[in-house]
Each structure stands twice: as C-alpha cells, then as structure tokens.
C-alpha cells in the first residue's frame, strides 16, 4: 500500500527506462517467466517486478506493477487490494497473455477499476480484471505528482523484484527510514532494491504487520516546486507551532463557551475531579463516532460537531479536551499512531504517520488515556488499539513522549458447580465473571446481537449436548464494574468408559485441545497485547455409585522473572471435587529468544487441562458379601 504527498499542478509526459517497461514484453520473456516459475508454490500469483522512479525534473512518480498468476484463482489476490493514492493519479493496466505463440495484450477498462474517494484528497482503487487465467501477466501503472510516503518491499505474496530510486532533487527534501525483518539486496544513497523477497507470513499472536514487514518510509521535510513552497515541522518544538497554527487542530481546541451550561450541570452534581472526570467521559461519548480515525478535527468549529452529535474520532476527543480543561482539570491532547498505523519513531515530528489523538489528564497522582469513541470502556482503561509504544503529550510550550502501557489485565474467573448424575447427565451452574480488558471485549461483543436469544444461539453453538435452562447476566451496562454471567445448565453423556475406567474432563466443554503457538521457531515477537490472567474453580459433586480413583496431580511452572505462571491443584472428600486451575501472562510481549520456553508453558497448561478424573463404579455392599462367602 503507498501513502503519498501529492502537488497539484498539470501533467507532463515523459518516458524512462527501468528494468519493465509497462505494457512491454517479449514471446520469450513471457515464455522465461513460465520456465522459472515453480508453479507447485502455495500462492496463486507472485510479483515479477515492482519498480517505482522519481522523476525530480517534472516532480513525478511513476510505479510499475508486474503481477504473474500462477493459479486459476490468482486474480483473487489483486481484487482485494487496495491502493490508495492522489486523486489526480493517472492509472493504466494491461493483461498480458499467449495464445498460439502469439501475445495477446489487453488494455484494463476504466469501467474494472473501482475508485472510492477518502479524506484528504486520496481515492482507493481496486482492479477487477477480465481475460486473466493462469499464466497471465498483468501490468499496472500508476502516476502522480511528488513523491511516496511508503514503499512495500514485501507482501503476502512472493516479489522477484522490488526496486524504487528517488534521485537528489533542489525540489525536494526528506528524510528516510528503513524497516522490516528481511534484508535488501542493495541499500544505497537513492535507490533500494529487494531481490527474491519471500512472502510474509502472519504468525499467531504478533503485532499489526505493518510493523514487521519490509519497507522504506519517507518523510518530506519541505517543497519548493514552481512557486509552491512550504515546510513541515523537524523537530517538536517546532511542531507545537504546527498544530497551534492548524485551523483543524489549534484551532479547534479554541473556544469552549458553547460547553457553559454543561460545566454548569456537572459542577452542580459532582464533588471530587475523578467524579466530573467520569461525568465528562459521559458527556463526550454522546458524540456518535463515524468510524474515522483523525489526527485532525473534521471542522474548526467543534461546537458543531457537539450540537450535531456526530463526528470523527479527533472531534469527539477534542471536545473531551475542551470540556475537561472548562471543569478546571489539567488535560491535554495526546497524538499517537494506532496499531493497525504501525509504529512511529519519536525522535523525529512524523506528522504523516501520527493518525490519531485521545485525551490525557490526571486526577491527583493518576494518570488517565481517555478515548470517547469508545462507548463500553471505562474512564480507566486506555483502548487496546492506542497500545502502539509510546504517544506525544503536546502540552502549551512543550511535548513530552509517554511509553502507553495496557492499564488493566483481560482477566476472567469461571466458577463451576456441578453435580454429576448416576446416569452420566451433569446438572448445576457456571459463573463467568469477566474484568477490565476481558468485560470490554463482552460488551462490544453483545451488543452486535440482536436479542438474548441470538447470543445463546452463538454461545451453544460450539458445545456440543448442553442445555441452558437460564442465564443471568449482571452489570452490563455499569462500565466500572465486572460483567458477570449466570449460567444454569445440564449436558448430557460427560463421561467416556474405557478400560472399566469412567473418564471425565472437568472443564466439560471449554476443553482446549491446540496449542496457539504452532511453530518450531519464531521470527517475530509474540504480542498478547496487554496481560491476561484466568481462573478456573471447578466443584463437583460425585453420585453414590461412583468411586474417585485418581485426580491429576497438582503442578506449578513459571518462567523467568514472573513473566508467566500456571498453577493447578485438586482435592477431594469422596463426595466431592474441587479443582483449580490458574495462568497468568504477566507481560504483553516476548521476544523471539523466549519463545520456546513460552511454547513449552502452554504445552504444559494444554496437557494438564486435558487430563481426565477417573472413576470406576462402586461394587454394591450386598455384592461384596456374597465374594467374602
């Protein structure tokens, strides 16, 4: 995906070489192709060349884009990319195929490429392209004013070759950064190149990709192009007097006297700062979000936005911001890229790459991350998508960088207490009480049912033989308190005979049977996002005709400095069962280097989870009499 600056002045034509030339190829280059292809490879289609150049005189980019498909089904992967780029890009296409040693060359219609305008002034563009079967060569061709933000040097799919050169230019002057796990073939002054770049693989539990994969990013410090000039900010000192000067963020913030009558009503029922906290929270969430995340106010007049009930996600915090500084709390905007962004260094003011703003304030010696688009978080917790590394504070005459940590745990404790029939049938109850992180991820899931019913539907969806005879669910709606639900059951046929032997799983249908971490090795961290912490009490009561004759041992196991612990235990009087198991991952992110121990953790979690409670059925006393005789 490429991001671009873009100036707005009239074409030029111009041609080029570079190693393809669009539209361009031999009966025996395409023949080639297919000879040194492995078509036995898992993917449907694999880039031949990705070649980008910018022409410094006529202050034009052009990228050329050679796709191969391997498969029938290649086509799939270019109709569901997305390329977002100017709304003054030209774009071309070609489809490339052999027919009777001959080519056959196609041009794309403007009707197969789908355009979708987005904010500030760029357009997303999809190909959906006939005349493609397997062995079909397609060429895309974009062209536009300025020069990338971004340069993808790795995919989801294979690239033979991916080479972008930006020469010195007196127009234009940036600063670059290279990122990613693989390394290129040649890493020059102007010009980079990636040979045989293997496709990127997405391993369970790991960040946004967008982080991990290879790329060169750019940053225009200024431009001076044919009477249009200007700068953007280099260090953050400068940057303050950016966004002070900016009409969609300064002044923004500016003029809060609409919020008077509101202020009024809060002071009036609130004593202490933490409680007109809460009630300003409140008061911003009434802001319907449009699902747009902004570094920058859709209007200068947020006063609008607040009358109209609706906006993005900079207006609605922004007059979080002006509401709480009116209340007389220390508040401030805080600007961070958001995960799905990628990260941001914070070394340098990378305005481009900064997406979004949520408000920061403290109450006495707490601080708090609050994001009113969120309608089921509490004041308390900062929204998972804002975990990123590290944010910026813009504070009147200075910034400061904060580290974002999770301020909560998922945590969840499951209660059991069941009773277990003499006709192998198990009747009680089950009691999920859920916290911070684990509460919101429940909130945001109910709510997308339409009735109770339907998430009872979902819930017995996947265990097998129950049957939910009530469910009571408790403080759905008080965001500061756990989520707790109430489950009364029955299931049937819990017990397996083998060996003379009755067999049960005491975590009945929450049996986990996978270890998440499937690979042998891992290349990139191991990203659970903020810590999780579970607890399972299981209480069983054993019928009359049944003897317990062997519960799994109990067993602790914790890694290096606490960053992971299990623990479980059992016991019993013979009439009943109690057991406990507890995990905690105590630290969101394990580096490559601690993934086998962490791997060989859950083997142990998975293999004590599953491991059964005996029984064996007791020998009626009037049958024990007659083998004495």
Same mark, same amino acid.
């Given at each position: ?419 277990? $029939?003499? $006709? ?161 991952? $105590? ?43």
């Amino acid at each position: 995906m490429l991001l671009f600056y873009i100036i707005f002045i009239n074409s030029i034509v111009f041609s080029y070489n570079s190693p393809v030339i669009f539209g361009k190829i031999s009966t025996d280059e395409y023949k080639l192709f297919d000879n040194n292809i492995d078509t036995n490879e898992s993917f449907s289609c694999m880039v031949l060349c990705d070649y980008g150049y910018f022409y410094s005189d006529e202050f034009r980019f052009v990228r050329t884009l050679r796709l191969k498909i391997l498969k029938t089904e290649g086509c799939n992967w270019l109709e569901k990319q997305t390329f977002i780029t100017p709304d003054q890009t030209e774009i071309r296409g070609k489809i490339i195929n052999l027919y009777n040693n001959k080519l056959d060359i196609k041009k794309i219609r403007n009707s197969s490429i789908l355009k979708k305008n987005i904010q500030n002034r760029y357009f997303t563009a999809q190909f959906f392209v006939p005349f493609v079967k397997k062995g079909s060569i397609i060429d895309l061709e974009f062209s536009y004013r300025g020069i990338p933000f971004e340069w993808q040097f790795q995919l989801d799919i294979p690239v033979k070759w991916s080479e972008i050169i930006i020469p010195d230019s007196p127009y234009i002057t940036f600063q670059k950064k290279i990122s990613g796990y693989e390394p290129l073939f040649i890493s020059g002054k102007d010009r980079w190149v990636a040979k045989n770049m293997p496709a990127f693989y997405r391993e369970p539990f790991m960040g946004p990709e967008v982080n991990f994969k290879t790329k060169i990013e750019f940053e225009v410090i200024s431009i001076n192009y044919l009477g249009f000039k200007k700068k953007w900010p280099t260090t953050w000192k400068s940057a303050i007097t950016y966004f002070r000067k900016n009409a969609y963020f300064g002044g923004a913030l500016r003029g809060s006297f609409y919020l008077n009558n509101v202020v009024k009503k809060i002071h009036e029922k609130c004593d202490t700062e933490e409680e007109m906290l809460k009630a300003a929270f409140a008061e911003a969430k009434q802001i319907k979000w449009d699902k747009k995340e902004s570094l920058f106010s859709s209007t200068p007049f947020i006063n609008i936005v607040y009358k109209n009930k609706y906006g993005n996600s900079a207006d609605i915090n922004m007059a979080l911001i002006q509401l709480l500084k009116k209340l007389g709390l220390h508040a401030s905007p805080l600007i961070l890229s958001t995960r799905q962004n990628g990260s941001v260094s914070h070394d340098f003011p990378n305005i481009r790459k900064l997406n979004y703003i949520i408000a920061f304030t403290k109450v006495g010696s707490k601080h708090y991350y609050l994001d009113a688009t969120q309608q089921f978080i509490p004041h308390n917790l900062i929204p998972l998508k804002c975990l990123n590394g590290s944010g910026r504070v813009l504070y009147r005459n200075k910034t400061k960088k904060i580290v974002l940590k999770p301020s909560g745990k998922r945590k969840e404790i499951i209660a059991y207490d069941i009773k277990l $029939n003499k $006709n192998t049938t198990i009747n009680g109850t089950i009691k999920y009480k859920k916290y911070e992180y684990a509460a919101l991820n429940f909130r945001k899931k109910y709510c997308t049912f339409n009735t109770h019913k339907d998430y009872l539907k979902e819930f017995k969806s996947d265990k097998s033989g129950i049957e939910i005879l009530n469910l009571i669910i408790k403080n759905l709606n008080d965001l500061n308190l756990p989520v707790i639900e109430e489950f009364e059951i029955k299931l049937d046929d819990q017990l397996k005979l083998i060996n003379g032997k009755f067999h049960m799983s005491p975590l009945l249908f929450k049996q986990v049977t996978k270890n998440p971490l499937l690979l042998k090795e891992r290349k990139y961290p191991v990203d659970f996002v903020c810590p999780i912490e579970k607890k399972y009490s299981i209480k069983i009561a054993v019928p009359e005709n049944l003897r317990i004759i062997r519960l799994p041992k109990s067993l602790t196991k914790t890694l290096p400095d606490n960053s992971a612990k299990f623990t479980f235990s059992a016991s019993n009087d013979g009439k009943k069962i109690h057991l406990r198991y507890s995990y905690s991952i $105590n630290k969101p992110i394990f580096k490559p280097d601690e993934y086998k121990p962490l791997k060989h953790f859950f083997d142990l979690i998975l293999q004590k989870m599953s491991e059964p409670v005996l029984f064996q059925e007791k020998v009626p006393e009037h049958t024990m009499k007659l083998k004495k005789r």
